[in-house]
């Protein structure tokens, strides 16, 4: 048992050495990206994000969306968006991109009015999934910070007529680290 633990130990420390040799080459080329959302406190919520990076061009990434102050933000609860980017740029992971989303969301059930239209109910809070596309642009330092403008839009799949929205928009006005 020892033996075999010694040579996963072993193993693991010369792939260490060899990943490592691998991004020191490139400042750019780290891997793994935090962001938090600066537009986001002003529609009364919080958004933070990760991003993983798989080549160049490519990456994957998840964002949390979550509404704290609903008078801002009537509507929305919360999402979370996996996603997939593609970036056109020079630099590692940089530049213009293209990226598509799905999203699992929580929105606000339709309001029924009254017969005076002055007061309403609210139905059930509804959770479905929506898809969709958008493009952005990121910029990254030598130091790592990041800084990324994109916007998205996309559709509810399956329950978008027990609500009175059937559509998504993701905004993003974000600062992070590369990592």
Avoid: C
């Avoid at 056109?88 to 309001?111: C, H, N, P, Q, R």
């Avoid at 329950?159 to 993701?170: E, F, L, P, S």
């Amino acid at each position: 048992m020892k033996k075999i633990f010694s040579v996963l130990i072993l193993l693991f420390a010369f792939y260490s050495v060899h990943a490592q040799s691998e991004t020191d080459a490139n400042p750019y080329q780290k891997n793994n990206e935090i962001k938090l959302n600066l537009f986001a406190p002003l529609m009364g919520a919080v958004e933070a994000g990760y991003e993983r990076f798989l080549n160049k061009n490519s990456s994957i990434g998840i964002s949390a969306f979550k509404v704290y102050e609903h008078s801002a933000n009537e509507d929305m609860n919360y999402y979370i968006s996996p996603y997939y980017r593609y970036y056109f740029g020079k630099k590692y992971a940089s530049g213009f991109f293209v990226e598509g989303f799905g999203m699992l969301t929580s929105i606000d059930g339709k309001k029924i009015y009254a017969a005076d239209h002055t007061t309403f109910t609210e139905g059930k809070d509804v959770y479905d999934l929506a898809l969709g596309a958008g493009f952005g642009w990121k910029l990254v330092t030598r130091k790592g910070f990041v800084f990324e403008a994109n916007t998205a839009y996309g559709r509810l799949v399956f329950n978008a007529d027990k609500t009175d929205h059937d559509q998504v928009i993701k905004l993003g006005l974000s600062m992070g680290y590369r990592f």
